[in-house]
């Protein structure tokens, strides 16, 4: 069987690569792809836990294993309606400044 | 299977001839049979030319990814009761969960799958206009890929109404849950206990996104002739156009499977004792055939008569009609089913 | 065995993906590389006994999300990123952070894993999705509603957005 | 039985006036201003009348009546109230503060009629009158203290009335500062108490002075005497005492009902009345009260010979003011603290009187203030001259008008005080020959002789210019303030409106019946000012060894009136009667029968005389001693050296540098998102680091 830690190693490295992107990609939206992949590093942390406490259950009734398998589809969610309004804004991003580079779209600044 | 295609292109091109008073194939073969043959044939001895300035590797990838990804839909699909074969009991079906017993048993999120899966398909489309660096095709793509995320919704939603009835996701216990007559007030009313019949908004609902999901008249939009040349499939040739046009059709009868499964009692029907036992074994195969059938030669039967809509009018469709009488349907079946309960 | 063999597969590819998506200079291609991540991930779901969360995982993220951004992609056309020195601190700040946050959290998996069992497709139903609704709509209504609130403002808003203004 | 008297209406009232006044008021016609004055005011003595009458001994309600409304401070264990106490003393504080600051702002109505800044005039007194109430009606020090810093804020805004006039400004400055030195004082008083009764509470079981009580007397110069002196001090700061007394002839810079509201009726008595409200602490300590006595005397003695020479009317009601104040504290001294408080009250009406009197007459000739140009006004204004008479009888001493019955109290009781004994008592006798010399030298030669306006002899301009500055000074103030007055008919010598004289005469009965309520037992009378603060003052514990009991002898106990106890008195009184008229034979002799006799004495004893003009030169001494040394100091270490040397340079130095920082930091502000996720990505790395190695140490 899986030791859990490979799981939660799996969603770290994940999550710094998304990190990485997040900081080293310049297109906004492979920013935004960044994003999705700490999500979903997450999520895999997540469902790991969730089988997890399954199998190991706590005395006290204090964690119910599925909620991480709820919590990852409200992940889910979020993401989804972040997806939607940031490409909205993406679009209008590029609508007015004609490019998706961010180190083009500097105006956040005094 | 692909066989199954083939001759689906081969009937269709006689019905839509019948159609419009015409023959049809005729040449080759009686009643040109060997038609799809020789088209295959020609398909594969064609060049397979790659244009240039394209994106290569997506523009090998997408087709591939269309055809992939609807066989891998259809594979799920069970058209039979589970059979014994020389002691070994295996279910009708491509593929499933193998277990001990080394059969086939049924995978019991196998709608979830079929819609994951034909939502990974629009990437074949997109990617294909994407790749084929053309404004025909990128227009097409664009289409069709909006065309189906729109409608998935409104798919999705009309079978949430089955799903409510039937209580589960696996396919097979769908079509178990069909089995019988419907018993209204104590007595048998000799109607088959199909959901088509508490499902019939759901039905069209789905028959009209499954149509627009799969890019068919009425919903052709992506590679309407008269606008954009040939959609997103424009500067394919020979195979790789192949594998698109099989797509399609596999996915004609994925939509044709789903439908008889989930409205119409999927392999159930009436039971014909006088037949022998090697007869009365396959009797359920010969039904499920009987109504794909059917829903095919709806299909082509529609092409041939619809005109084509216009590119906004379907989405207003979409989204205008389709996704609010989806969610009405369920809320309308869930109030029953909770009330029932 | 088998499950550490497919686990290891499936994760080798989850992180040549993501590695991909960092690498390649298209979006296109960094968009189809996270579907691939996504895709290994919702096997690796399948792996750990979560069959509905592996099918909404493809149908939500594969199938709408990334749709979605490819759509965008296309639709804005996007060429492949040019290399702009926009800023230095993200490297000379933001590297050292993502290496210490890597390094620290490895270093305690590693160190600790030996406590940590072992997961497998324990229980058979354990995944099942009527768990999964009872738990959604039965202890979690209220935070369902919430985000079913959260992603109709989220539509709203988009369609504020993608407005042209005129 | 307790009700409910919201006391906290009385002080209140005159608040609101002030707001509405000080905010709105520049856009009010006058009238209105003095409506809405006048209203608050009046409404405020109402409240207060009517609460005294509910709580009158008699009435039931047990005394002090205490109203605490909330907690105000909380530090660990102390805590100071926001609370009201009325008793027997803060009764007649409140009712002398409200009664006579109406009366005052009557005639200010009048007074002021040709003044700028109107509504800001009767805003500042508004204001006044709140913290003078919120002083004597305070149920803690902490709380009296606010009131105490209060007036000091009112009287510094009122005596710079005339901002525009650096005198003017100078002169509140120099009362601000001189009272802040007396603050000072009662601040460390007040910690001391916190630092050894842990409360600032009057009253109470745990209230200082119940825990007080239980203290045995202090016959050294432990730290309840230390404690009394630093009360003394403040005391002598705010009611013009021998040393702190030198701004009180300054303050009369400002308009005259300032002068005598706030200069001569209230605030000054503040002291006064601290000390009486603390008589318990200072009962304890007779090395303190030794000390007050001999300041009130000294006090005394000194500003009635400085009174003697000075010519400007009002610095001479400035200096009896003062003497006046110092017999106050005389009787604090010798513990008959009723005795001060009587005379206290009956002070008020008479100088009140006076003050409001001398304005009328400066009203009168138009602003002139030098006494040497007046004369003959006697026919001119008759209300005033009759109203004016009455004080001077009054505040001589002669009986029965006011002024003798509670000068004679004090003085009997110095008499047999061991603080005072014949000598003290000698010199306040020989004060009150003083009083009602130049009391009467004020009469003669404001009301008598022929009128010398504008006739200006260089002799005497010659004195008055050597004479310090504010001399000259508080002759132009009026002249200055009454620019106006001449050039619309007030030139001539003319009477003052009704609306300035009704409160004379209404004060005139006040100083003419005032002593009544305080006829001491000798004469038939007996003494209700006495049994009426008596609960109050014998609330102090009664250790207070012989003080105590000779306090008794001539207060409470003056019950069993044994005959050579009373001749005794009939003596004391005597003694007083016939020195105030000697003082007024001499001033008749010098300033009516032969007016050039005064300056045959000047030129005999020149020096003596140009001493006491210059005030014993206390202002140049204090100059000199205190205020160069100062100047030099503040100018050569504090300005140049911390100030500009350290301070400055750190607050510039603080000022580049974070410029610097922020030059740098804007480094950071670049705008692009990625930078600003690369420091969230260390941020967050930081946080988990320091998590995980929680974890770890745990």
């Not at chain 2, 839509?16 to 005729?26: D, F, S």
């Not at chain 4, 007397?217 to 007394?245: E, H, N, R």
């Not at chain 4, 304890?284 to 009260?289: E, F, G, S």
């Not at chain 4, 513990?335 to 206290?344: K, M």
Request: overall charge neutral; proline content about 4%.
């Amino acid at each position: 069987m899986v030791p859990l830690s490979w799981y939660l190693i799996l969603s770290g490295i994940l999550f710094s690569l998304g990190v990485l992107g997040f900081l080293l990609k310049r297109n906004i939206i492979t920013i935004f792809m960044s994003i999705e992949l700490m999500l979903n590093a997450v999520n895999l942390s997540f469902v790991a836990f969730a089988n997890y406490w399954n199998t190991h259950p706590v005395a006290d009734k204090s964690i119910v294993p599925l909620s991480g398998q709820v919590f990852v589809f409200f992940v889910m969610v979020v993401a989804a309606a972040e997806a939607a309004v940031g490409l909205a804004i993406i679009i209008s991003v590029f609508r007015t400044r004609e490019t998706l580079n961010v180190d083009r779209v500097n105006l956040l600044k005094l | 299977m692909l066989t199954g295609v083939a001759y689906t292109t081969w009937l269709e091109r006689k019905v839509i001839g019948r159609i419009q008073n015409r023959w049809g194939p005729t040449r080759v073969g009686p009643f040109g049979l060997l038609q799809p043959l020789a088209d295959g044939v020609k398909f594969i001895l064609k060049e397979d030319l790659l244009p240039d300035y394209v994106h290569k590797g997506l523009f090998i990838l997408a087709p591939m990814l269309a055809l992939v990804m609807s066989l891998i839909s259809i594979a799920v699909i069970p058209f039979g009761e589970t059979i014994t074969i020389a002691g070994h009991t295996t279910a009708l079906q491509i593929s499933g969960i193998t277990h001990a017993g080394g059969g086939i048993s049924d995978i019991n999120i196998g709608l979830l799958i079929i819609l994951g899966v034909t939502s990974i398909g629009v990437y074949g489309v997109a990617l294909a206009g994407w790749s084929s660096n053309s404004k025909y095709s990128l227009l097409g793509s664009l289409r069709a890929s909006a065309q189906m995320i729109s409608y998935e919704l409104a798919l999705g939603l009309s079978l949430v109404g089955i799903l409510l009835l039937s209580g589960t996701l696996s396919l097979r216990e769908i079509v178990f849950s069909q089995s019988g007559n419907w018993v209204l007030g104590g007595h048998d009313t000799h109607v088959p206990h199909w959901f088509i019949f508490p499902q019939i908004v759901g039905f069209f609902i789905y028959l009209l996104a499954a149509y627009a999901e799969t890019n068919r008249i009425p919903f052709d939009m992506p590679e309407a002739e008269t606008e954009l040349v040939a959609g997103y499939h424009t500067e394919y040739s020979s195979m790789k156009f192949a594998m698109f046009f099989m797509a399609e059709y596999v996915n004609m009868f994925t939509v044709a499977c789903l439908a008889t499964l989930l409205f119409f009692g999927g392999w159930h029907g009436p039971h014909l004792g006088f037949l022998p036992p090697i007869g009365q074994a396959l009797l359920p195969v010969v039904y499920f055939a009987a109504k794909v059938f059917f829903f095919i030669f709806l299909y082509i039967w529609i092409r041939g008569t619809l005109p084509r809509f216009r590119y906004d009018q379907l989405m207003a469709f979409g989204w205008k009609f389709l996704l609010p009488l989806a969610i009405a349907n369920i809320i309308v079946t869930s109030l029953i089913v909770a009330w029932g309960a | 065995m088998v499950h550490q063999v497919l686990f290891i597969v499936f994760g080798l590819i989850c992180v040549a993906g993501a590695i991909n998506l960092l690498v390649q200079r298209h979006p296109i291609s960094s968009a189809l590389s996270l579907v691939v991540v996504m895709a290994s991930l919702a096997l690796i779901y399948l792996l750990l006994g979560a069959e509905f969360v592996a099918a909404i995982q493809v149908i939500v993220y594969a199938g709408a999300i990334m749709v979605l951004f490819v759509f965008v992609i296309m639709l804005l056309n996007a060429g492949a990123e040019e290399r702009t020195r926009g800023s230095r601190m993200a490297l000379i700040v933001g590297v050292p952070g993502v290496i210490i946050l890597a390094g620290t959290v490895g270093w305690m998996l590693v160190s600790g894993s030996g406590r940590l069992g072992t997961v497998s497709i324990s229980s058979s139903n354990f995944g099942e999705t009527h768990n999964i609704a009872h738990l959604l709509f039965r202890d979690f209504l209220l935070p369902f509603e919430i985000t079913s609130v959260l992603i109709l403002i989220a539509i709203m808003g988009a369609v504020v957005l993608g407005k042209r203004e005129n | 039985m307790t009700k409910n008297l919201n006391l906290w209406v009385i002080p209140l009232l005159p608040l609101i006036g002030a707001a509405i006044n000080g905010l709105l008021g520049r856009r009010f016609k006058n009238a209105m201003v003095s409506a809405v004055a006048l209203l608050f005011t009046a409404a405020s003595f109402g409240w207060a009348a009517w609460a005294v009458w509910s709580v009158w001994p008699g009435s039931g309600v047990a005394l002090p009546h205490i109203e605490v409304l909330t907690t105000w401070i909380t530090a660990g264990t102390f805590s100071a109230p926001f609370g009201f106490q009325l008793d027997q003393l803060s009764m007649i504080m409140v009712l002398v503060v409200t009664g006579v600051g109406f009366l005052i702002h009557i005639y200010s109505v009048g007074y002021m009629a040709h003044e700028g800044g109107y509504y800001r005039f009767f805003a500042f007194l508004n204001l006044f009158m709140f913290f003078m109430l919120t002083l004597v009606l305070a149920n803690n020090y902490l709380l009296m203290f606010v009131g105490w810093e209060g007036v000091g804020l009112a009287s510094y805004l009122l005596i710079g009335f005339f901002f525009l006039k650096d005198s003017a400004a100078d002169a509140g400055k120099k009362a601000f500062i001189v009272n802040r030195i007396g603050d000072f004082a009662f601040l460390i008083g007040m910690f001391l108490l916190i630092q050894h009764f842990g409360t600032l509470t009057f009253a109470g079981d745990t209230g200082v002075f119940a825990q007080v009580a239980k203290l045995p007397q202090d016959t050294g110069w432990g730290w309840i005497t230390i404690t009394a002196l630093c009360l003394m001090f403040g005391a002598t700061g705010k009611s013009a005492q021998v040393p702190l007394y030198v701004w009180l002839p300054d303050a009369m810079e400002g308009p005259t009902p300032v002068s005598a509201l706030i200069h001569a009726a209230t605030m000054v008595t503040a002291g006064i009345y601290m000390i009486a409200r603390s008589h318990a602490i200072f009962n304890l300590a007779p090395h303190a009260l030794q000390i007050v006595a001999i300041i009130g005397c000294i006090t005394a003695i000194f500003a009635a010979t400085m009174g003697l020479a000075q010519t400007d009317i009002k610095r001479v009601l400035a200096y009896s003011t003062v003497s006046q104040l110092g017999y106050m504290f005389l009787a604090c001294g010798v513990a008959a603290y009723s005795a001060g408080i009587f005379h206290l009250m009956t002070h008020a009406f008479f100088k009140a009187l006076l003050f409001l009197g001398a304005g009328s007459v400066i009203h009168a000739v138009g602003g002139e203030q030098d006494m040497r140009r007046m004369g003959g006004l006697r026919k001119l204004i008759p209300v005033t001259f009759w109203v004016v008479t009455i004080a001077t009888i009054a505040i001589a001493g002669i009986p029965p008008f006011a002024g003798f019955f509670s000068k004679d109290e004090i003085l009997g009781a110095v008499f047999h005080s061991p603080y005072g004994g014949p000598v003290i008592w000698g010199i306040g006798v020989l004060t009150a020959g003083l009083t009602s010399f130049y009391m009467f030298r004020l009469w003669f030669m404001t009301f008598f002789g022929e009128l010398k306006l504008g006739s200006v002899d260089l002799g005497e301009e010659a004195h008055t210019a050597h004479a310090p500055a504010q001399a000259a000074h508080g002759a132009a103030s009026h002249s200055h303030g009454h620019a106006d007055d001449k050039s619309h008919g007030h030139g001539g010598v003319h009477e003052s409106p009704w609306v300035m004289l009704g409160p004379l005469v209404i004060l005139a009965v006040l100083s003419f019946v005032g002593g009544w309520v305080g006829v001491p037992q000798f004469m038939g009378g007996h003494n209700e000012v006495e049994h009426f603060l008596a609960p109050v003052m014998q609330s102090a514990p009664a250790v207070a060894g012989e003080a105590v009991s000779d306090k008794d002898a001539t207060t409470s106990h003056a019950g069993e009136a044994t005959p050579e106890n009373t001749r005794e008195e009939w003596l004391l009184a005597g003694t007083s009667i016939a020195a105030a008229l000697i003082g007024l034979l001499f001033a008749y002799l010098f300033y009516y029968k032969s007016p050039e006799l005064p300056d045959r004495i000047t030129s005999k004893m020149h020096g003596i005389y140009m001493m006491v003009l210059h005030k014993y030169y206390v202002d140049e001494g204090y100059g000199a001693i205190f205020v160069k040394p100062l100047l030099a100091l503040s100018t050569v270490v504090l300005w140049r050296g911390v100030d500009q040397g350290v301070i400055d340079r750190l607050v510039n130095g603080a000022g580049t540098a974070s410029q610097g920082v922020g030059n740098e930091l804007r480094q950071m502000q670049s705008g692009n998102i990625r930078s600003y996720a690369a420091w969230v990505a260390l941020g967050g790395a930081a946080i988990v680091a320091y998590m995980i190695w929680l974890g770890v140490t745990r």
